[in-house]
């Protein structure tokens, strides 16, 4: 996986299990790395020095302070906003993904517009339309499992384990594409090859075409 990232924002786009989470993990984990002194695990890295890090991966729900999955992102992305002013780097995974899609998709494109302009390096990874499309956001596509014939894949699958032959054929690294390039529609793929039942499948793809 190779990334090159710059002020302002990009935003990660992809397949379910395409490993977006996971570049946003690596790109924070060797930054954190190389502040440290440590040796990092690629073939090269260049850095400038961070003031921070701050980064909203995975479920941020507390039962503690009684948070939602939502209510505990807003809080740590706030952190982040509070500091976009300064070079530092911004890691969020899957922003809004804790609401309705809707507003999910509003605040998205809110952040995305907000941050890039800014000397922080932010970058993003979102399921939704549209949010990687304005002018100075770099738009990354995993290539996931779109180079693989999907008939020859399902067959392979019918003699073992669906997940790990998906593991092995998911290419991870991630491509510039255009702003305009759409997001890429493979859950329902991913389920059909999983096994999940002709007659559920035909009904989602049914209540997507009338979208």
Do not use: W
Not at 72 to 87: I, K, L, N, T
Not at 129 to 149: C, F, K, P, R, T
């Amino acid at each position: 996986v190779s990334v090159d990232l710059r002020e302002g924002v990009a935003c990660i786009t992809g397949a379910n299990m395409g490993g977006k989470t996971i570049s946003l993990k690596m790109t924070g984990l060797l930054c954190a790395m190389a502040h440290h002194g440590m040796y990092v695990p690629a073939e090269s890295m260049e850095l400038g020095l961070s003031n921070y890090i701050k980064s909203s991966i995975g479920d941020m729900q507390s039962t503690d302070s009684g948070l939602s999955t939502f209510g505990g992102e807003v809080r740590v992305v706030s952190e982040a906003m509070e500091r976009a002013d300064e070079e530092g780097l911004i890691l969020i995974d899957e922003l809004a993904r804790g609401t309705n899609p809707e507003e999910g998709y509003a605040i998205s494109k809110a952040i995305v517009k907000y941050l890039k302009d800014k000397p922080a390096i932010s970058l993003i990874t979102t399921h939704y339309d549209n949010v990687a499309d304005m002018e100075g956001v770099q738009h990354l596509q995993v290539i996931g499992l779109s180079e693989l014939n999907l008939d020859d894949l399902t067959e392979e699958i019918k003699y073992g384990d669906g997940m790990a032959i998906i593991n092995k054929y998911m290419n991870y690294r991630l491509r510039v594409v255009d702003k305009s390039t759409p997001i890429p529609k493979d859950a329902i793929n991913i389920a059909r090859i999983m096994g999940l039942k002709k007659e559920i499948l035909k009904i989602a793809e049914e209540i997507i075409s009338e979208q």
